[in-house]
């Protein structure tokens, strides 16, 4: 007989910002790198240039992006707690 399923933990809500900071940050470092070593890269692992200079511009966006995400969320829950509000207000009574 299978065991009941716990209940999920609670959401521990953090600042994103940090760890899309930090990505971008290594993406960064590692692009500097691959620039530094000018012709002491082989020719054949240049792609990596472009996968650092991808990987630091998607970091970028990723950190200005998250406050709208994270303030359209905040107003969209905002707005399903008046609907509930306005619901149970509008219920008749038993």
């Known amino acids: 007989m299978r065991k009941p399923r716990r209940p999920d933990p609670e959401v521990h809500?953090?600042?994103y910002r940090v760890p899309?900071?930090?990505g971008t940050l290594a993406w960064a470092v590692a692009l500097a790198v691959l620039l530094?070593?000018?012709d002491g890269l082989p020719e054949t692992e240049r792609w990596w240039i472009g996968?650092?200079?991808t990987g630091?511009?998607?970091g970028?966006?990723?950190f200005l992006y998250i406050p709208r995400l994270l303030r359209k969320r905040s107003e969209?829950?905002?707005?399903a707690a008046e609907r509930r509000d306005t619901a149970a207000h509008d219920r008749p009574a038993p």
């Open 13 to 15: 809500e953090s600042d």
């Open 20 to 22: 899309a900071a930090l």
């Open 60 to 62: 970028v966006f990723g």
């Open 76 to 79: 969209a829950e905002g707005r």
């Open 36 to 38: 530094l070593m000018g």
């Open 56 to 58: 630091t511009a998607l």
């Open 51 to 53: 996968v650092c200079a």
